[in-house]
């Protein structure tokens, strides 16, 4: 079975992209990829027990105009930033493909939600690859879908329920025969790296930071020698876009 971890950027309504990106990852994966975050914290904060530090991409980056809370807070900037390059190269290093929706939202239709959208999308796109994974391999996987708690659970859950028996406007959905799953990315370190993958990718095309996202494109999910088809950009115009996202 693979999981794919989702978290979400740009909801704030001054963001001119909203973001919904994170990580599939075989079952077996799953203890790699939580085991490096442990080390990282082992290494970090010797000290910390309990509920664990949750690594939080936009706090490791930091904002000099607002306080970090908890423990990421008492570190200085260059450290906080050390634990980012590990996190990308666990990121790099990890048996997993990437998965990134990123929308316009000046291009919807007034009555569409960018979250319903982008899982619309999304939930197609890691279909296709788990079929794709079948035909070429033979190996037959089921996938199961995890999402960084969200206030817009409710209404994600009955639209999750109706792209998976009704299909989505791309096509049916043969491979994921349940409703994503809902839990905090405290509880689960694959949902911190679906957290820091998302960051990313919002900074790429809200603010055009290319230097770690160019470092995570070769892990999206690709097609031999074709399209990157794990980043999908739902530009506002038909505007020429020469990123990969829209390379045909
Ligand atoms: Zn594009």
Known sequence: MYLLYLDESGTQSDARHFVLAGVAIHEHSVYWATEQLNRLQEQYFPLADGEG?????TLLRGN???PIAGPLGSLVPATRHDILAQLYEIVQGMYGRLFAVVIEKAGLAGADDPYERALEEILYRFDRFLSR???DNNRRNKGLVVIADSQDR???ERASQQFLTGGTRRGK???IQ???????SRNSRPLQIADLVANTVYGRYEHGYATQFDRLLPKFDQIRNGPVHGLVHLPAEPAPCYQPCCRP
Do not use: C, E, G, Y
């Open 53 to 57: 530090v949750q690594f939080h991409a």
């Open 64 to 66: 000099p105009s607002h």
């Open 133 to 135: 994974m079948h035909r």
């Open 154 to 156: 409710n209404k994600l």
């Open 173 to 175: 959905v043969h491979n």
């Open 178 to 184: 349940d409703i994503p799953f809902f839990t905090r």
